[in-house]
């Protein structure tokens, strides 16, 4: 399983668009990348998930570039609801999912 | 989406006794589920895989005396907490994923909380 980095926090004000970014330079070939969202004292919820370029639904955008060694989560305009752990996750898609330290993000008024 | 409930969302005990949490598949059969814990601040840290009808695989470091894990039927799967002391005080997720489903589908139930005093 590839081992993700991302950044501990960010901090961002509501209606500016935040993109997170993590790294997994030791990605293979069957692996996708994927994110979740989590909220104090909840379970884990989907957001996106994608293989190569851009993956984009209701709530997020997916970049990933050719090499696949990094990808970031664009989450526009955010608000105040979006403040929570985001978590990238690499990996095939019957692999176990092995969560990262994740990005804490605070959106401020 | 699919819907994973668990029970209950929280519970205190005393020390020494054991605790069973539940993990349902509401409207889809999980064949794989997962039981993760997590302290205040930290990470998702996953406990053990099990599969319908066959013994759970426990992470390295994980009790498998201590935490037991049945996944006798489709949707649902126990975890117990045997003899439970306040270290084994912690937020207990599980996951649920169906037949044929990537991890696109692995949904989460929405935890519990366990307290021990």
């Known amino acids: 399983l590839a081992k993700t980095t991302q950044p501990i926090s960010m901090d961002s004000y509501e209606g500016q668009e935040v993109n997170i970014t993590c790294s997994h330079n030791?990605?293979?070939?069957?692996?996708?990348i994927t994110w979740y969202q989590q909220f104090p004292s909840q379970g884990p919820r989907f957001i996106i998930q994608?293989?190569?370029t851009k993956v984009t639904n209701e709530v997020a955008s997916l970049f990933i570039p050719a090499d696949r060694k990094s990808s970031t989560l664009s989450l526009p305009r955010v608000s105040l609801s979006d403040t929570a752990v985001y978590y990238c996750l690499v990996g095939a898609l019957t692999d176990k999912l092995i969560f990262g330290t994740g990005t804490r993000l605070q959106v401020f008024p | 989406g699919a819907v994973v409930s668990q029970h209950p969302s929280w519970v205190i005990c005393k020390s020494g006794t054991s605790v069973k949490i539940e993990c349902r598949s509401l409207d889809f059969q999980a064949t794989t589920m997962f039981w993760y814990r997590q302290f205040p601040k930290q990470s998702l840290m996953l406990m053990a895989t099990?599969?319908?009808?066959?013994?759970?695989?426990?992470e390295q470091g994980v009790e498998k005396d201590k935490f037991l894990i049945n996944h006798a039927s489709l949707t649902l799967s126990t975890l117990t907490v045997t003899s439970a002391h306040p270290e084994d005080s912690s937020f207990y997720i599980c996951?649920?994923?169906?037949?044929?489903?990537?991890?696109?589908?692995?949904?989460f139930g929405q935890g519990t909380r366990l307290t021990v005093v």
């Open positions: 030791n990605i293979a070939t069957n692996d996708y």
């Open positions: 996951s649920a994923r169906g037949p044929g489903q990537g991890n696109t589908e692995a949904f």
């Open positions: 099990s599969n319908e009808g066959s013994k759970a695989t426990y």
């Open positions: 994608g293989y190569k």
